[in-house]
C-alpha cells in the first residue's frame, strides 16, 4: 500500500523558484501567447514577489518561471553586473532556485536585463528577459490603457509617427532617446524597454528569444528568434543609434560601443563600457589573460 | 582589477539593509503582541490593503518594517500570494453580519435602529498630554444599555427597494470558483463588477481617500450621501468535505454604502467594502464606485483611472524605482539633445533639409554643457 507521505513532497515554506505552481502556468501561457503573436501586449496578473513594484518584478517573474537549476543567470542594470538592484536580484533567483550565477554574457542561460542589451552576440539557446516599466509605446498619445489596446488591435500608429514628426519639426531631427518604438513582425508597435537606441537592432532578426516583461503594468510581450524588429522612422529619415561609434573607453582603451559619460571636475568627460563585464574581459584579454571573449553585434561602431 | 575595485554593489546592499534594521533593534513575539494590542486599526488598515485577514501577520509585518506602511503591505501581499486557497468561503449578505456600528444619514431613524458602536466621532480632539506626565489616559468604563443591540440588522437598501426607490436587479448565480478574482487574473476595461469592488477593497487609504475626496468637492458628477455606514464581523462559511457548511471564525468589515438621486426618479447606490474597520475607506471608495458610471476618461471618478492609480503596492513601488540607476536612458537623450544644439547653431533654412544634411555626418559633438530647453518640450514615447 502507499502512504500518503510517499505521494507527497515534505513541506516547504516557499514552492521552488518561490512562485507557486498555479502562477507559473499562467505566465507560461502569456508567455507563449506572446511568442506567438510578437509585439502584443499579453496582459497576465502578475504576482506580487518580495521585492517592490517598477524594481523588476516583471522581469523577474518571467525569470523565476524559466529557471531550474541548471540554469545560469545573469542579471545586469544599465549593463552593469554589479549594480544594486542587479546584485538583489540575482541574489534571490540564486537563493529560490539554486541557479549559479553569473557575469559573463557567453556562459548565461538567462539574462535578465534593466536598460541594455549586452554587447557579445546572444545564441539561440540563451533568453534574454528585459524589465519594462511601461509596456505602453502608445502611452504619450493615449494614456489610457483600454483605448490604447484598442488602438493596437486597430493597427492604429499614425500618433507615433507624427510624435516623430514634431520633434524633427521641433528640433531638426528625431529626439526620442530610449525606449524607441518599434514595428515587430510587421504588426504590433511595441516599446523595446527603455534600452539605448544602440540596442534596437540586435533585436532584428536575433537568433535569441527576448522577453519583455512590465509586473506593475502587468503585461508580457516577446520577440522571437528571427523576427523582423523594425524602428520607427521616415523614408528620408531613417533611425540612428547615438553616436557612441567613437569614443573610447578610458579603463579598457576599446573603442566602438555603447559608452557611460562620467562628468569630470575640470569640466570635461570620461567615457566607460557601458557593458561592464565586457570591458572587464577586454581589460584581462589585454593584461595577457585567456578570455573568451563572443562576437559582438557592433564591429568598429558599426552593426554587422 | 582597477575595473572592479571602483565597485561594491554587493557589499553596500548588504550593510545598508544592516543599517536600516539595526535602527528597528531585535524583532521579537512581545514587540508584534505589543503592536496588535496598541494598533488594531492600523491593523485593520494594513490587512485591508493588503487583503489578507491575519492580525497577527499584520502586526508582524508592521514590526519588521518599523511602521512604514507600504512596505508592510508589500509584505503581506508577497507573503499571501504564495498561499494555496482552501476553500471559497459564501456569500455575506448584510443582513447576516454581526454589525457593531450601522449608521445611515439618510434617515433620521431607519429600521434596526442607528448603532453608534465605537467611534470617536464625537470625541474632543485634544491631546492627552498629561499622559507624558506621568498621568496615564484610563477610559472611563461604558455603561451597558438596558436592552442589548440586535447582532443582526437588515439592510437599509432592501427597505428602499421595497419602496421602489432603489433598482432591484436579480441576483446574479455565480458558481463560487468562476468568481473574478483580481488577484489571479489581469484587470481589464471595463472591469468585472467583481474586480472593482475588490480592487477598491485592496486599495491604499490615502488614495482612495484623495481621489474620492476630489469627486466629493465637485469632480464627480454625484454628491454622496451615507445611505448606511457598518463595521461588523462576519462569518466565514465553509463547505466541508463531506457538504455540510461550517463557521471558520469571524472576520471585521467595514462597509459603506453611499447614496444619490439618479433622474430625480431614483436612488443610485454606490458601495466598497474592504477587510479591517477603515471609515474614511470604504466612504471614499463608496463614494467612486457612485460616480463611477459615465464618467469621462482620465477623469479621476472614471473606474479605470482610480483602480490604477489607488493599487498601493503598484504606486509606491513605481514612486521609489526613481531611485535606481537610469544613466543609460539619460544618456541616451543626451546625445540628441547636443545634436540638436549643435545643429541649432547653424541652421538651415528648412527644417527637413537640416535632417538630411547631417545624416552621413558625425553628429556633431558639441563641448559639453547645459543644453537649452525647447519652449515646448518635445514628447517622447515612454520614460
Redesign the interface.
Known sequence: MTALGELTRPWQAMSYGFLDPSAKREMRRAMLKAVAVPGCQIPYASREVPMARGWGTGGLQVTLTLVNPGSVVKVIDQGADDSVNAVSIRQFVQKVAGARGTWDTQEATILQSRHRIPEEKLREDQILVLQVPNPEPLRPVQPNMSLARQMHADADYGRLWLVLYEQVVRSGRIMQGASYPALVNGRHVMTPSPIPRWDLPKLDMARHLTLLSAGREKRIFAVPPFTRVQPLAFDDIPFRVEDHASLVCHRSGVAGFFMNEIPQPDGSARHELSDSHFGIKAIRRSEGEAVEIGETWYRNGAVT | ????AT????R??AQSERLYREGLGPIDRDRVAAVADALPWLVDRVMGEASLYEPELAALALAQTGGDLYEAV??L??W???Q?RLAIARPVTQDRLFTHRRISAAFKDIPGGQILGPTLDYSHRILATEVLEGRPLTPAPVQKADRPAPPHHPSLAAWQKAQGLVADPAPEEVAPEAIPDL????????APRAHRLQGLARADSGGVLALGYSAMRGHGNAHPTVNELRLAEAELRVPHPRGTVFSAGRVKVSQAEVAAKEGGTRIRLGFAATLGWNEVKVIAAATLDLNAPGAA??TPTEE??FL?HTEP??A??????FK??????F???????R??NA??TQ?PAD??L???N??GG??G?SA?GAPHA?A?P??????
Open positions: 582589477m582597477a575595473y572592479v565597485r561594491g554593489g554587493e553596500a546592499i508589500l509584505l501581499r508577497a499571501r500570494t504564495t494555496p488577484t489571479r487574473e489581469p484587470l481589464l476595461f471595463p476618461k482620465g479605470e483611472f490604477y503596492v503598484e509606491s513601488g513605481f514612486c521609489i524605482h535606481l540607476p537610469h544613466y543609460v536612458t544618456q541616451s537623450a543626451l546625445d540628441a539633445m545634436d540638436a545643429r541649432k541652421p527644417p527637413l537640416r535632417c538630411e547631417t545624416l558625425s553628429g559633438r559639453p525647447p515646448h518635445a514628447k517622447e514615447t515612454t520614460e
